[in-house]
Structures are given as C-alpha cells and as structure tokens.
C-alpha cells in the first residue's frame, strides 16, 4: 500500500472542464501516492455520477496507483451550506494538498441570434473568442442578499479556501482559481463589486478571480501555500448547450475549428485540453522559478498539440477588490459565528 496520500478538491466536478481536471491530475500525480478525489456537487445523485465516470476512467487510464473517492456538497450561493462544506473538510481530512476553484456560475437568459450573426459574418474569430451575444440577466440576488454571481463565482469559494487555510498549509497545498479568458478590465465597475449592475456578470466574476489571486497569492505563500490563476480557453461547455440546437451547435464547433486552424491558440474545443493549464500548475509549475502573478493560459497549436501560455493581468483594481472582500468576510465571519450545522452521515 502506498505510504504518500494526496487529497484533491475539486469544486465544479460536474462540469466538463472539472471531470477533465480530475482525469488529468489522475494521470499526472505518481503512481506510488494514493489520490482522494473529493468531488463536490449541490446533489448527492450528481456527485455519485461523476463519480463513476472518474471510476471509468481510472480503469481505461490503467493508473496503477491507488485512487479513493469522497464528496462535499456544498452551494456556494448559501453561505450555511459553505460552512457546511468547512466542517466537512475539516472533519475528513486534516491535510489538503491541491484545491481547484473551478466556479463557472451565470445566470443567461439566452442568445442575441440577430447580434450572433452580425458577429460571426464581422469577424468569426473574434465571435467565438469574444462573443457579446450571450444574454445574462441583471440584478440577481442568492438567498443570503448577495450577488448570486459574485457569490458562486468569487466569494463563496474564498471565504472556504479562508477557513481551510490549516488544512492546506499542512499539505503545502496548490490552489488553482480558474479564470477566463474574457476576464477583461472593462467588464468591472470598482462601485459594483457584487455585479449587481453588471450586463456581463459571468465576466466580471472571472476579473474579480484575477484580482483576488493577485491580492492574496503572496500572503498564502508565507503559509506554505502555492496560488495559481489559470484560464482554459475556449472548449465546449456543457452549461450553454439548452441555447443551441443541432444546427447551431455544429456550427459553433466549426467556428471553434476555423478559429484554430486561423491561428488562434485559446480555441482548445474539448475539456481534457482545456484542463491543461490548471493540472500544469498544480503538478509541474515550480513555484520558485515561475510567476505566480501572470495568468496560465491552456493553449492549442493549429495541428492539435497542447502548450501552456501564460498572459499579464491588469492590477488595476487589486486593492479595493481585497479591501471590499475582506471586509464581507469579516461580516459573515460574525453572521456566522453561531451557526449550528448536522454532520454529514456518509
């Protein structure tokens, strides 16, 4: 039996650029360590599901190694069921040594065909690069108040990542936030940093991600701990396909593949190459020869090989996100202090 144990977490299992993450990191941690895979899902069915798909696929991989499962259920849009999920961990595992934030909440409401198509006829790459046709609604609350978006995406995960600083320290842990590639300066406004204003909430989300990594990384550091942002391209996501029909869908995976074949590197289309950048750094990237404030990017070269390529983040900003985020958990933090939860009967 093997005397190394390494625990993973990873939020967002469900999802495809998760399942993705899991099977690569099952491929790239050594054969002599014995991996838990602590899937997390809102669902107990869900959670079962994916993991009997990573079940499968340790059988096809042939991983000699061996691989043990859990689970977490956790909503971080109920910030009682994120302190839920603390006292999980905290219960299960005394040392976490990788945690991927792979939070992709929106709230889309559909597409913009007419603007869809004026898009792709303008410039089909830009189009399924940075596509500004996807509806998303505004203005939308969780239960507990806060931006649903900003609270699934950013807030929620810090404030666990926040409470299990033990945890990962004593397992020299990685943390791994997966941004996007459109997490461009202009989808944030400094005045609504819970997005509540916001037309393009999943973006902002994704910006707020990049300056949290940046405000945070070098403190974790004196913890023993390694923070990374990564994003994973573009790929086929499961969360949009109710917007599209067959048609469109082919369509899209065509541009995907034009895009490509043009010369772009971001247009990675399947999962597993787009979860390439996120189990890079958390397995390969060393910390102390490479920067851990740039973005990690999964790239694609037009004949299909994979690379990793890393971009600049704009700090604009950095200081009032943290302030802002630090002074709301400061608030649950106190909102929380006498909340009471059953553990988990497993």
Do not use: C
Request: charged residues 20%; aromatic residues 12%.
């Amino acid at each position: 039996m093997s005397s190394t144990r390494k625990v993973a977490v990873i939020t967002g299992t469900n999802s495809n650029l998760g399942l993705n993450t899991a099977y690569r990191l099952i491929e790239q941690v050594e054969q002599d360590v014995r991996l838990t895979i602590v899937v997390t899902s809102r669902t107990l069915p869900r959670a079962r599901e994916v993991i009997d798909q990573i079940q499968k696929f340790v059988v096809q991989a042939k991983r000699t190694g061996p691989v043990d499962y859990d689970y977490l259920l956790v909503d971080f849009t109920n910030m009682v069921s994120v302190l839920g999920a603390y006292y999980d961990l905290n219960k299960q595992y005394k040392e976490i040594h990788y945690f991927f934030v792979n939070a992709a909440q929106g709230v889309y409401e559909g597409i913009d065909w007419i603007g869809a198509v004026k898009e792709v006829v303008r410039n089909p790459i830009d189009a399924v690069t940075n596509p500004t046709y996807k509806l998303q609604r505004i203005g939308v609350k969780s239960a507990d108040g806060l931006g649903l978006v900003f609270q699934a995406n950013v807030f929620g995960p810090y404030y666990l990542i926040q409470k299990l600083i033990p945890q990962l320290q004593a397992g020299r842990a990685v943390v791994v936030w997966i941004s996007s590639i459109m997490s461009d300066p202009k989808y944030l406004s400094l005045d609504d940093i819970q997005l509540l204003r916001s037309p393009a909430s999943y973006e902002g989300s994704k910006r707020l991600v990049d300056l949290l990594h940046l405000a945070t990384y070098k403190d974790l550091k004196n913890h023993s701990i390694n923070q990374f942002v990564v994003q994973p391209g573009i790929f086929i996501s499961h969360s949009f396909f109710q917007y599209l029909n067959v048609f469109s869908y082919y369509g899209m995976l065509f541009l995907f593949y034009m895009a490509r074949f043009l010369g772009s590197p971001w247009h990675n289309v399947d999962g597993y190459r787009a979860a390439n950048a996120p189990v890079y750094v958390a397995t390969l990237a060393n910390p102390v020869f490479e920067q851990q404030n740039v973005k990690y990017g999964s790239a694609t070269h037009k004949d299909g090989r994979e690379y990793v390529r890393t971009g600049e983040i704009d700090p604009t900003g950095t200081q009032d996100v943290y302030a802002y985020i630090n002074q709301l958990k400061d608030e649950w933090n106190e909102k929380l202090k006498n909340q009471i939860t059953n553990s988990r009967q497993v």
